[in-house]
């Protein structure tokens, strides 16, 4: 034990000391992802019930990735709220690369993968219960999120989905 918090405390100076900047990337520059910086609403019609969302997307980690936090409330049921977290990242070839995360756990988390041309992003999505595609278009006014493909019930029955929302920039 001794020796493990010798090691430990050796590590935590040597990273404590490192100079990291002398390897850090330059803060990733994005006019889609800095386009969708700040806090947006739609209402959403999802299986036939009216839900409220609000998303904040904010860059973070040294202006590398772009997070999202949805908050979803439906609007006949307020118990009924659902949470989820993106992580939205692009490479150096325009690859975007995202990973969701929500109320549902770990073992829901979701993939996707794409490209921007444009004001249009499109990505392929995946999860242990879920396939589909997203395509978001900026507009002058608004986020056009689209999304659509088939997911597996608790019941463990395919079903299929679309949603499209019109986000608009809250004031």
């Known amino acids: 034990m001794k020796n493990f918090k010798f090691f430990l405390t050796a590590v935590l100076i040597a990273l404590s000391s490192a100079s990291f900047a002398q390897w850090q990337p330059a803060p990733l520059q ?3 992802f800095d386009a969708l910086v700040g806090t947006s609403s739609a209402q959403v019609m999802r299986n036939g019930k009216s839900y409220t969302n609000t998303v904040t ?3 973070d980690l040294n202006h590398q990735f772009l997070i999202i ?3 979803t ?3 006949s049921d ?3 709220p659902y949470q989820g977290m993106g992580i ?3 490479d150096m070839q325009g690859n975007v690369k995202s990973w969701w995360f929500d109320i549902y756990g770990a073992e829901f988390t979701g993939t996707s993968t794409g490209k921007i041309n444009g004001n249009k992003m499109e990505m392929t999505d995946e999860s242990k ?3 589909g595609t997203t395509t978001m278009e900026l507009t002058d006014d608004s986020v056009i999120y689209s999304s659509k493909g088939t997911y597996i019930t608790t019941e463990g029955k395919e079903s299929s989905y679309e949603e499209t929302a019109v986000y608009k920039r809250n004031k």
Do not use: A, D, R
Request: proline residues 5%; aromatic residues 14%; glycine residues 10%.
């Open 57 to 59: 997307c904010k860059w």
């Open 88 to 90: 939205w990242g692009i």
């Open 129 to 131: 219960n879920k396939k």
């Open 73 to 75: 409330v439906s609007n």
């Open 30 to 32: 994005n006019e889609f």
């Open 78 to 80: 307020p118990g009924e």
């Open 69 to 71: 936090n949805l908050t």
